[in-house]
């Protein structure tokens, strides 16, 4: 609701004598990106250089060059309106924070590096409540994310996608360009809390015991947010992690590093084929937990959390993930 609310007051803003039917041209579009002087710049030669059309305008030349349209866009008014609509609406959001494109070809060193340098939680305070929530029984874990790095994205074409292995999303990437995907790519490192069952055995990472003897383990993990420049091609995603990245059989090959029984992405619109949980929020200063719940139980998780949790908000969530994290939620291995 806070984005569509900023994407609505830069509409306002940008065209405020202009009605849901007006048309966006190339000349507009430069006026709203203040690129009027660079448009100037074009001679005719570099027009029809870009546009192969005599008759061109300097904007359409510009826009071409920057890639935001193609020649052929220019003959289709009311695509070339939306495209241009759309594209200048997310030039003029700054509440946006992301990495880069999936066809940047230094965005795999970026991801790495930002994942390098991040660290799992070490707010006493903070460990202290959500540790009381699994003490007490309220969820077996939870996600931590420091909102400062937030995407921002658009909830209508953006998946949110988690994991803990790095290689993993460096592969994930590089397959995503190859399958011609392009979306924007924010990796917000988490601090992932779950409950350590004894009959597990040796644990090979961190495990700290809670006052009623439940052991917690906290590791460190990332959300990879990827806002897609078409619903379609957001659709599209659950085809690929199927395909590429969700294990069915032990011994199944063709599958990127560390591929999951029961991968991890949910949307916050709803979207066919993928199946409803609830995502309670809390909110304590820049930090943010989420504990997720089916649906049937999230309303007495909310009440318990906001017992314990009176001094912060508790914002339930409705989201949409993946069969197989569902199938997750239920109990199920696969």
């Given at each position: 609701?806070?984005?569509?609310?900023?994407?609505?007051?830069?509409?306002?803003?940008?065209?405020?004598?202009?009605?849901?039917?007006?048309?966006?041209?190339?000349?507009?579009?430069?006026?709203?990106?203040?690129?009027?002087?660079?448009?100037?710049?074009?001679?005719?030669?570099?027009?029809?250089?870009?546009?192969?059309?005599?008759?061109?305008?300097?904007?359409?030349?510009?826009?071409?060059?920057?890639?935001?349209?193609?020649?052929?866009?220019?003959?289709?008014?009311?695509?070339?309106?939306?495209?241009?609509?759309?594209?200048?609406?997310?030039?003029?959001?700054?509440?946006?924070?992301?990495?880069?494109?999936?066809?940047?070809?230094?965005?795999?060193?970026?991801?790495?590096?930002?994942?390098?340098?991040?660290?799992?939680?070490?707010?006493?305070?903070?460990?202290?409540?959500?540790?009381?929530?699994?003490?007490?029984?309220?969820?077996?874990?939870?996600?931590?994310?420091?909102?400062?790095?937030?995407?921002?994205?658009?909830?209508?074409?953006?998946?949110?996608?988690?994991?803990?292995?790095?290689?993993?999303?460096?592969?994930?990437?590089?397959?995503?360009?190859?399958?011609?995907?392009?979306?924007?790519?924010?990796?917000?490192?988490?601090?992932?809390?779950?409950?350590?069952?004894?009959?597990?055995?040796?644990p090979n990472y961190p495990v700290m015991t809670l006052e009623s003897g439940k052991m917690v383990s906290v590791v460190k993990e990332y959300n990879l947010d990827f806002e897609f420049q078409t619903a379609e091609r957001k659709k599209s995603f659950m085809?690929?992690?199927?395909?590429?990245?969700?294990?069915?059989?032990?011994?199944?090959?063709?599958?990127?590093?560390?591929?999951?029984?029961?991968?991890?992405?949910?949307?916050?619109?709803?979207?066919?084929?993928?199946?409803?949980?609830?995502?309670?929020?809390?909110?304590?200063?820049?930090?943010?937990?989420?504990?997720?719940?089916?649906?049937?139980?999230?309303?007495?998780?909310?009440?318990?959390?906001?017992?314990?949790?009176?001094?912060?908000?508790?914002?339930?969530?409705?989201?949409?993930?993946?069969?197989?994290?569902?199938?997750?939620?239920?109990?199920?291995?696969?």
């Amino acid at each position: 609701m806070k984005l569509k609310l900023i994407r609505t007051a830069i509409i306002i803003a940008l065209f405020p004598l202009a009605s849901h039917a007006a048309e966006m041209t190339t000349e507009k579009a430069v006026d709203a990106l203040n690129l009027n002087e660079l448009a100037l710049t074009y001679s005719q030669e570099k027009i029809v250089k870009a546009t192969g059309i005599s008759d061109a305008k300097q904007a359409d030349a510009l826009l071409i060059d920057m890639g935001v349209i193609t020649a052929k866009d220019l003959d289709q008014k009311r695509s070339l309106s939306s495209k241009l609509s759309a594209f200048v609406i997310d030039q003029n959001d700054q509440s946006e924070r992301y990495i880069g494109n999936v066809s940047d070809t230094n965005l795999v060193e970026r991801v790495v590096k930002t994942w390098n340098d991040s660290r799992v939680i070490e707010d006493n305070k903070t460990l202290h409540l959500l540790n009381s929530f699994i003490d007490n029984g309220y969820t077996t874990g939870y996600n931590v994310i420091d909102t400062q790095d937030d995407s921002n994205f658009n909830p209508d074409l953006m998946i949110r996608y988690g994991h803990n292995n790095i290689q993993h999303a460096v592969q994930l990437l590089y397959l995503m360009k190859s399958e011609s995907f392009n979306p924007k790519v924010q990796l917000t490192p988490k601090s992932s809390a779950f409950l350590y069952l004894p009959e597990w055995g040796e644990p090979n990472y961190p495990v700290m015991t809670l006052e009623s003897g439940k052991m917690v383990s906290v590791v460190k993990e990332y959300n990879l947010d990827f806002e897609f420049q078409t619903a379609e091609r957001k659709k599209s995603f659950m085809d690929l992690i199927n395909q590429y990245a969700k294990k069915d059989s032990a011994e199944e090959k063709g599958l990127i590093f560390e591929s999951w029984w029961q991968p991890f992405y949910r949307s916050y619109t709803e979207m066919a084929d993928y199946k409803v949980l609830t995502e309670n929020r809390v909110v304590m200063g820049d930090y943010q937990a989420d504990l997720m719940s089916l649906p049937e139980k999230a309303e007495k998780q909310e009440e318990q959390v906001r017992s314990m949790a009176d001094s912060y908000d508790v914002v339930p969530t409705k989201v949409w993930v993946n069969p197989s994290f569902y199938r997750y939620m239920l109990g199920e291995f696969k």
